[in-house]
Protein backbone atom coordinates (compact mmCIF):
# COMPACT_ATOMS: atom_id res chain seq x y z
CA UNK A 1 0.00 0.00 0.00
CA UNK A 2 2.79 2.27 0.77
CA UNK A 3 4.77 1.66 -2.27
CA UNK A 4 1.43 2.32 -4.15
CA UNK A 5 1.24 5.66 -2.75
CA UNK A 6 4.20 6.55 -3.07
CA UNK A 7 4.23 5.66 -6.76
CA UNK A 8 1.20 8.00 -7.14
CA UNK A 9 3.14 10.80 -5.55
CA UNK A 10 6.28 10.11 -7.43
CA UNK A 11 3.89 10.46 -10.69
CA UNK A 12 2.22 13.95 -9.50
CA UNK A 13 6.08 15.34 -8.85
CA UNK A 14 7.13 14.23 -12.28
CA UNK A 15 4.00 15.95 -13.52
CA UNK A 16 4.66 19.04 -11.92
CA UNK A 17 8.35 19.51 -12.45
CA UNK A 18 7.07 19.00 -16.56
CA UNK A 19 4.75 21.79 -16.09
CA UNK A 20 7.61 23.87 -14.19
CA UNK A 21 9.42 22.89 -17.26
CA UNK A 22 7.78 23.69 -20.51
CA UNK A 23 4.78 26.73 -21.29
CA UNK A 24 2.04 25.36 -22.89
CA UNK A 25 1.37 28.33 -25.80
CA UNK A 26 -1.89 28.36 -27.71
CA UNK A 27 -0.69 30.38 -30.92
CA UNK A 28 -2.71 31.86 -33.72
CA UNK A 29 -0.03 32.18 -36.46
CA UNK A 30 -2.35 34.72 -38.26
CA UNK A 31 -1.55 38.10 -37.56
CA UNK A 32 -4.31 39.67 -36.13
CA UNK A 33 -6.55 42.27 -37.70
CA UNK A 34 -7.69 39.79 -40.53
CA UNK A 35 -11.12 39.16 -41.40
CA UNK A 36 -12.20 35.58 -39.55
CA UNK A 37 -12.38 34.06 -42.96
CA UNK A 38 -8.80 34.36 -44.26
CA UNK A 39 -6.96 31.03 -44.41
CA UNK A 40 -3.59 32.53 -45.62
CA UNK A 41 -1.35 35.59 -45.32
CA UNK A 42 1.57 36.72 -46.28
CA UNK A 43 3.69 39.23 -45.32
CA UNK A 44 4.30 42.26 -47.43
CA UNK A 45 7.32 44.44 -47.05
CA UNK A 46 7.24 48.42 -48.11
CA UNK A 47 10.49 49.79 -48.07
CA UNK A 48 11.47 53.85 -47.87
CA UNK A 49 14.35 54.11 -49.61
CA UNK A 50 14.45 57.99 -49.09
CA UNK A 51 16.12 60.34 -46.90
CA UNK A 52 12.82 61.78 -45.46
CA UNK A 53 9.61 60.14 -44.02
CA UNK A 54 6.72 59.61 -46.61
CA UNK A 55 3.58 61.94 -45.51
CA UNK A 56 1.19 61.16 -43.20
CA UNK A 57 -1.35 59.79 -44.17
CA UNK A 58 0.25 57.89 -46.93
CA UNK A 59 -1.08 56.35 -50.45
CA UNK A 60 0.86 53.80 -51.42
CA UNK A 61 0.64 51.51 -54.66
CA UNK A 62 0.89 47.70 -54.70
CA UNK A 63 0.96 45.42 -57.65
CA UNK A 64 0.12 41.97 -57.17
CA UNK A 65 1.19 40.02 -59.75
CA UNK A 66 -1.81 37.54 -59.97
CA UNK A 67 0.71 34.41 -61.29
CA UNK A 68 2.32 34.41 -58.43
CA UNK A 69 -0.42 33.66 -56.16
CA UNK A 70 -3.05 32.41 -58.51
CA UNK A 71 -3.45 29.23 -55.98
CA UNK A 72 -5.19 31.77 -53.43
CA UNK A 73 -6.10 35.59 -54.99
CA UNK A 74 -9.26 35.85 -56.76
CA UNK A 75 -10.65 39.26 -58.05
CA UNK A 76 -13.35 39.50 -61.26
CA UNK A 77 -14.60 43.21 -60.40
CA UNK A 78 -17.54 41.70 -58.50
CA UNK A 79 -15.83 39.78 -55.54
CA UNK A 80 -12.54 39.78 -54.51
CA UNK A 81 -11.10 37.38 -51.68
CA UNK A 82 -7.52 39.57 -50.19
CA UNK A 83 -7.74 42.21 -47.88
CA UNK A 84 -4.65 44.18 -46.01
CA UNK A 85 -3.99 44.84 -42.85
CA UNK A 86 -1.40 45.34 -39.79
CA UNK A 87 0.19 43.19 -37.77
CA UNK A 88 -1.92 45.15 -34.72
CA UNK A 89 -5.66 44.40 -35.36
CA UNK A 90 -6.45 47.22 -38.03
CA UNK A 91 -7.43 46.79 -41.71
CA UNK A 92 -5.97 49.03 -43.86
CA UNK A 93 -7.65 51.12 -46.28
CA UNK A 94 -7.31 49.78 -49.18
CA UNK A 95 -8.51 50.60 -53.14
CA UNK A 96 -8.03 48.66 -56.29
CA UNK A 97 -7.48 50.65 -59.34
CA UNK A 98 -7.11 48.33 -61.70
CA UNK A 99 -7.14 44.17 -62.57
CA UNK A 100 -5.96 42.92 -65.69
CA UNK A 101 -5.02 39.11 -66.41
CA UNK A 102 -1.14 39.58 -65.28
CA UNK A 103 -1.77 42.30 -62.50
CA UNK A 104 -3.74 43.81 -59.78
CA UNK A 105 -3.11 47.70 -59.02
CA UNK A 106 -3.73 48.32 -55.52
CA UNK A 107 -3.68 52.00 -53.49
CA UNK A 108 -3.51 51.67 -49.70
CA UNK A 109 -3.68 54.75 -47.14
CA UNK A 110 -0.81 53.93 -44.60
CA UNK A 111 0.70 55.47 -41.86
CA UNK A 112 4.04 57.55 -42.20
CA UNK A 113 7.59 55.64 -43.10
CA UNK A 114 10.73 57.23 -41.67
CA UNK A 115 13.00 58.01 -43.40
CA UNK A 116 15.66 54.83 -44.30
CA UNK A 117 13.10 52.75 -42.61
CA UNK A 118 10.54 49.25 -43.81
CA UNK A 119 7.17 48.37 -42.60
CA UNK A 120 5.33 45.19 -42.68
CA UNK A 121 1.61 44.80 -43.43
CA UNK A 122 -0.21 41.72 -44.16
CA UNK A 123 -2.06 40.58 -47.18
CA UNK A 124 -5.00 37.77 -46.63
CA UNK A 125 -6.72 35.65 -48.46
CA UNK A 126 -10.14 34.11 -48.00
CA UNK A 127 -11.53 30.89 -50.10
CA UNK A 128 -11.97 32.30 -53.67
CA UNK A 129 -15.51 31.88 -53.16
CA UNK A 130 -15.28 34.66 -50.33
CA UNK A 131 -15.89 38.14 -51.16
CA UNK A 132 -14.19 40.95 -49.15
CA UNK A 133 -14.92 43.52 -51.14
CA UNK A 134 -16.52 46.40 -49.39
CA UNK A 135 -17.34 50.44 -49.46
CA UNK A 136 -16.59 50.58 -45.60
CA UNK A 137 -13.21 51.41 -45.28
CA UNK A 138 -12.76 49.79 -42.41
CA UNK A 139 -13.18 46.26 -43.56
CA UNK A 140 -12.19 44.06 -46.68
CA UNK A 141 -11.16 46.20 -49.73
CA UNK A 142 -12.62 48.62 -52.28
CA UNK A 143 -12.75 49.44 -55.63
CA UNK A 144 -12.68 52.06 -58.19
CA UNK A 145 -16.41 52.91 -59.31
CA UNK A 146 -16.40 51.58 -62.85
CA UNK A 147 -15.36 47.95 -61.99
CA UNK A 148 -17.87 47.31 -59.93
CA UNK A 149 -21.26 45.56 -61.45
CA UNK A 150 -23.46 48.55 -60.07
CA UNK A 151 -21.35 51.92 -60.39
CA UNK A 152 -19.14 52.53 -56.90
CA UNK A 153 -21.44 49.92 -54.83
CA UNK A 154 -17.90 48.72 -53.46
CA UNK A 155 -15.94 52.21 -53.76
CA UNK A 156 -14.32 52.85 -50.83
CA UNK A 157 -12.31 55.93 -52.47
CA UNK A 158 -13.12 58.56 -49.60
CA UNK A 159 -11.43 56.53 -46.74
CA UNK A 160 -8.25 56.04 -48.63
CA UNK A 161 -7.30 59.14 -50.70
CA UNK A 162 -6.68 63.16 -49.57
CA UNK A 163 -9.67 63.78 -51.58
CA UNK A 164 -11.95 61.87 -53.44
CA UNK A 165 -14.73 62.16 -55.62
CA UNK A 166 -16.40 59.70 -58.16
CA UNK A 167 -19.45 61.53 -59.35
CA UNK A 168 -22.17 58.96 -58.38
CA UNK A 169 -25.64 59.37 -58.79
CA UNK A 170 -27.22 62.46 -61.00
CA UNK A 171 -26.38 65.61 -58.55
CA UNK A 172 -22.73 67.21 -58.31
CA UNK A 173 -21.74 66.82 -54.76
CA UNK A 174 -21.39 70.11 -51.87
CA UNK A 175 -17.40 69.02 -52.99
CA UNK A 176 -17.66 71.68 -55.99
CA UNK A 177 -18.78 75.09 -56.85
CA UNK A 178 -19.89 75.46 -60.22
CA UNK A 179 -21.49 78.42 -62.15
CA UNK A 180 -21.96 79.48 -65.95
CA UNK A 181 -21.62 75.54 -67.29
CA UNK A 182 -24.32 73.27 -68.70
CA UNK A 183 -23.16 69.84 -66.84
CA UNK A 184 -24.67 66.40 -66.26
CA UNK A 185 -23.81 64.14 -63.84
CA UNK A 186 -25.12 60.44 -63.97
CA UNK A 187 -22.38 57.63 -62.36
CA UNK A 188 -19.47 60.35 -63.90
CA UNK A 189 -18.90 63.40 -64.70
CA UNK A 190 -20.11 65.09 -68.37
CA UNK A 191 -19.80 68.69 -69.53
CA UNK A 192 -22.22 69.54 -72.88
CA UNK A 193 -22.87 72.69 -73.16
CA UNK A 194 -21.05 76.21 -74.72
CA UNK A 195 -20.49 78.81 -71.90
CA UNK A 196 -18.75 81.89 -71.13
CA UNK A 197 -16.89 82.30 -68.22
CA UNK A 198 -17.65 79.08 -66.99
CA UNK A 199 -16.14 77.21 -64.30
CA UNK A 200 -16.70 74.57 -61.78
CA UNK A 201 -14.03 73.93 -58.76
CA UNK A 202 -13.81 72.70 -55.90
CA UNK A 203 -13.78 73.96 -51.59
CA UNK A 204 -10.65 71.58 -51.06
CA UNK A 205 -7.25 73.06 -51.84
CA UNK A 206 -3.87 70.70 -52.37
CA UNK A 207 -0.36 72.62 -51.69
CA UNK A 208 3.14 71.26 -53.07
CA UNK A 209 3.52 67.76 -51.84
CA UNK A 210 0.41 66.22 -53.41
CA UNK A 211 -0.83 64.10 -56.68
CA UNK A 212 -3.87 65.17 -58.36
CA UNK A 213 -5.30 62.19 -60.52
CA UNK A 214 -8.30 61.74 -62.76
CA UNK A 215 -9.76 59.06 -64.68
CA UNK A 216 -12.08 59.33 -67.86
CA UNK A 217 -12.02 60.11 -71.63
CA UNK A 218 -11.78 63.12 -73.58
CA UNK A 219 -11.28 61.70 -76.50
CA UNK A 220 -8.89 63.36 -79.70
CA UNK A 221 -10.18 66.13 -81.15
CA UNK A 222 -10.20 67.17 -85.06
CA UNK A 223 -10.99 71.34 -84.24
CA UNK A 224 -9.29 73.89 -82.47
CA UNK A 225 -12.07 73.80 -80.53
CA UNK A 226 -11.10 74.13 -76.52
CA UNK A 227 -11.79 71.79 -73.51
CA UNK A 228 -10.35 71.95 -70.37
CA UNK A 229 -10.72 69.81 -67.48
CA UNK A 230 -9.08 68.36 -64.57
CA UNK A 231 -7.10 72.03 -63.88
CA UNK A 232 -6.05 72.59 -60.35
CA UNK A 233 -6.45 76.37 -60.51
CA UNK A 234 -7.30 79.47 -58.61
CA UNK A 235 -10.42 81.28 -60.61
CA UNK A 236 -9.58 85.02 -60.69
CA UNK A 237 -11.76 87.43 -59.85
CA UNK A 238 -14.26 87.28 -62.82
CA UNK A 239 -14.38 83.65 -62.85
CA UNK A 240 -13.09 83.44 -66.08
CA UNK A 241 -9.32 83.78 -66.47
CA UNK A 242 -7.94 81.43 -63.50
CA UNK A 243 -4.32 80.15 -62.82
CA UNK A 244 -3.32 76.59 -63.04
CA UNK A 245 -2.77 73.74 -64.97
CA UNK A 246 -5.59 71.60 -66.97
CA UNK A 247 -5.85 69.26 -69.72
CA UNK A 248 -7.50 70.14 -73.16
CA UNK A 249 -8.17 68.56 -75.90
CA UNK A 250 -7.89 69.88 -79.55
CA UNK A 251 -5.98 73.63 -78.68
CA UNK A 252 -4.10 75.14 -79.61
CA UNK A 253 -4.34 72.12 -82.67
CA UNK A 254 -6.02 68.92 -83.15
CA UNK A 255 -5.32 66.41 -80.29
CA UNK A 256 -5.10 66.35 -76.47
CA UNK A 257 -2.89 68.97 -74.50
CA UNK A 258 -1.20 69.91 -71.13
CA UNK A 259 -1.71 73.21 -70.29
CA UNK A 260 0.04 75.31 -67.76
CA UNK A 261 -1.00 79.29 -66.95
CA UNK A 262 -0.92 81.34 -64.34
CA UNK A 263 -2.06 84.71 -66.54
CA UNK A 264 -4.38 85.47 -69.57
CA UNK A 265 -1.04 85.02 -71.62
CA UNK A 266 0.99 83.11 -70.08
CA UNK A 267 0.05 79.48 -71.58
CA UNK A 268 2.64 76.69 -72.50
CA UNK A 269 1.49 73.60 -73.97
CA UNK A 270 2.80 69.80 -74.18
CA UNK A 271 0.84 67.59 -76.29
CA UNK A 272 -0.37 64.08 -74.99
CA UNK A 273 -0.05 60.64 -76.83
CA UNK A 274 -2.99 59.42 -78.80
CA UNK A 275 -6.87 59.83 -77.16
CA UNK A 276 -7.71 60.49 -74.11
CA UNK A 277 -10.09 57.23 -73.25
CA UNK A 278 -10.08 55.24 -69.87
CA UNK A 279 -6.74 57.11 -68.77
CA UNK A 280 -5.35 58.21 -66.23
CA UNK A 281 -3.92 61.60 -65.94
CA UNK A 282 -1.42 62.22 -62.97
CA UNK A 283 -0.40 66.05 -61.73
CA UNK A 284 2.28 65.82 -59.34
CA UNK A 285 3.06 69.03 -57.38
CA UNK A 286 6.97 68.61 -56.59
CA UNK A 287 7.42 72.16 -54.94
CA UNK A 288 6.10 76.03 -55.08
CA UNK A 289 7.79 76.06 -58.54
CA UNK A 290 7.19 72.54 -60.76
CA UNK A 291 4.87 70.36 -61.23
CA UNK A 292 5.37 67.01 -63.45
CA UNK A 293 2.86 65.15 -65.35
CA UNK A 294 1.74 61.69 -66.95
CA UNK A 295 -0.52 59.63 -68.72
CA UNK A 296 -1.37 56.63 -67.60
CA UNK A 297 1.82 56.19 -65.64
CA UNK A 298 3.82 56.63 -68.75
CA UNK A 299 6.73 58.68 -69.37
CA UNK A 300 6.91 62.05 -67.28
CA UNK A 301 6.77 65.48 -68.30
CA UNK A 302 7.87 68.74 -65.99
CA UNK A 303 6.75 72.09 -65.93
CA UNK A 304 8.63 74.31 -64.06
CA UNK A 305 7.01 78.06 -65.63
CA UNK A 306 4.19 79.97 -65.17
CA UNK A 307 3.89 78.32 -61.68
CA UNK A 308 0.03 79.15 -59.59
CA UNK A 309 0.48 80.24 -55.63
CA UNK A 310 -0.10 77.83 -53.59
CA UNK A 311 -2.52 76.41 -51.67
CA UNK A 312 -4.73 76.21 -54.77
CA UNK A 313 -8.17 74.85 -55.29
CA UNK A 314 -9.05 71.94 -57.74
CA UNK A 315 -10.55 72.54 -61.30
CA UNK A 316 -13.07 70.44 -62.40
CA UNK A 317 -13.53 72.37 -65.52
CA UNK A 318 -13.30 75.67 -66.58
CA UNK A 319 -12.73 78.51 -69.46
CA UNK A 320 -8.84 78.58 -70.44
CA UNK A 321 -7.42 81.77 -69.89
CA UNK A 322 -8.10 84.93 -71.49
CA UNK A 323 -11.11 82.98 -72.55
CA UNK A 324 -14.36 84.27 -73.35
CA UNK A 325 -16.13 81.43 -74.08
CA UNK A 326 -15.80 78.06 -75.69
CA UNK A 327 -17.86 75.06 -76.31
CA UNK A 328 -16.91 70.68 -76.44
CA UNK A 329 -17.05 69.23 -79.58
CA UNK A 330 -16.41 65.66 -77.51
CA UNK A 331 -17.77 65.72 -74.12
CA UNK A 332 -15.49 65.41 -71.64
CA UNK A 333 -16.09 62.48 -69.31
CA UNK A 334 -14.30 62.32 -65.77
CA UNK A 335 -15.24 59.22 -63.80
CA UNK A 336 -13.50 59.85 -60.23
CA UNK A 337 -10.65 62.77 -59.09
CA UNK A 338 -8.71 62.33 -56.49
CA UNK A 339 -6.36 63.59 -54.36
CA UNK A 340 -2.95 61.72 -52.87
CA UNK A 341 0.29 62.18 -51.03
CA UNK A 342 3.40 63.12 -52.96
CA UNK A 343 6.13 60.37 -52.29
CA UNK A 344 9.25 61.52 -50.95
CA UNK A 345 11.57 62.76 -54.54
CA UNK A 346 8.70 61.30 -56.44
CA UNK A 347 10.20 58.18 -55.49
CA UNK A 348 7.39 55.22 -53.87
CA UNK A 349 8.51 52.88 -51.69
CA UNK A 350 9.65 49.36 -52.97
CA UNK A 351 7.24 46.85 -52.33
CA UNK A 352 8.08 43.12 -51.64
CA UNK A 353 6.19 40.11 -50.64
CA UNK A 354 7.07 37.47 -48.82
CA UNK A 355 6.07 33.57 -48.21
CA UNK A 356 2.47 32.15 -48.13
CA UNK A 357 1.71 30.52 -45.06
CA UNK A 358 -1.27 28.97 -43.73
CA UNK A 359 -3.45 30.54 -41.35
CA UNK A 360 -4.33 28.29 -38.58
CA UNK A 361 -4.44 28.00 -34.94
CA UNK A 362 -1.91 25.48 -33.07
CA UNK A 363 -0.13 24.37 -29.86
CA UNK A 364 3.12 24.73 -29.18
CA UNK A 365 5.93 23.99 -26.47
CA UNK A 366 8.92 25.83 -25.40
CA UNK A 367 11.26 25.06 -22.20
CA UNK A 368 11.54 27.03 -19.45
CA UNK A 369 13.66 25.62 -16.97
CA UNK A 370 14.83 22.36 -15.77
Not at 36 to 58: G, R
Not at 81 to 91: D, G, K, L, P, R
Request: proline share 5%.
Amino acid sequence: MKAEIKKILNIFILVILIFESFTIISADIKSSGASAEIIYQIPVYIDNTQSSATPNPFQQMIKIPISQFSSYIYDNNSSANFEFYYANNTIIPSWIESVNSTTIVVWLKLYSIPADSSITIYIGFASKSTNLLSNSGTAGIGEAPQLSPIYGEYDDGASVFNFYDNFAGDTLSSKWIDSGITYSVNNGFTASATAANGYIYSNTQVSPGETIEFYGNLGSQTTTTTVETGAMSIPAVNKQNYQGVAIGSGYPSSGNYLAQMTTNTAISYVQLPGAFQNAILTINIVNSTTSTYSYNYGSTVSVSSDAPPYPVNLMLLGAPAGATSYSFAVDPFIQYYLVRAYPPNGVMPSVTFGSVSAVKFQISFYQTSL
